[in-house]
């Protein structure tokens, strides 16, 4: 059973940084594309930033494009989200996420083609 765990979350000030890190378990063999999503009490889950097994191509949302940064490490299963300039908007909870495929070049932002979800991990940034 694939397995994705979430850290690196808090509370920061409006302007601050955080990085959260997603350890990918069980894939074995497989190339897998990986992505970063959100939900904000009483909205909709928000495609954030995706990125191909090759580590080619990231995928921003227009939200954050400037000011998050995704990234891989195939050798320790980890994947990153770097958060720059952080706003109040930007508070919720984030889930990482994963799905197989021979495409390593590119990824796609669209939850319904992921198969493995992360626990979450809360985000909220505040004054």
């Known amino acids: 059973q694939v397995q994705l765990v979430e850290s690196g ?3 920061v000030q409006p302007g601050g940084s955080l990085r959260l890190s997603c350890v990918v378990s069980r894939f074995t063999s497989d190339s897998y594309a990986v992505g970063w999503f959100r939900q904000a009490p009483g909205k909709e889950r928000e495609g954030v930033s ?26 320790k299963n980890t994947v990153y989200l770097q958060m720059n300039s952080l706003k109040s908007e930007d508070t919720a909870i984030y889930y990482c996420a994963a799905y197989r ?25 505040s004054s």
């Open 50 to 75: 995706c990125l191909s097994y090759s580590g080619d191509s990231p995928t921003y949302a227009d939200s954050v494009k400037g000011r998050f940064t995704i990234s891989r490490d195939n050798a």
């Open 9 to 11: 979350g808090g509370l």
């Open 101 to 125: 495929t021979y495409v390593q070049t590119m990824c796609v932002i669209d939850p319904e083609i992921y198969d493995y979800w992360g626990q979450g991990t809360q985000v909220t940034a």
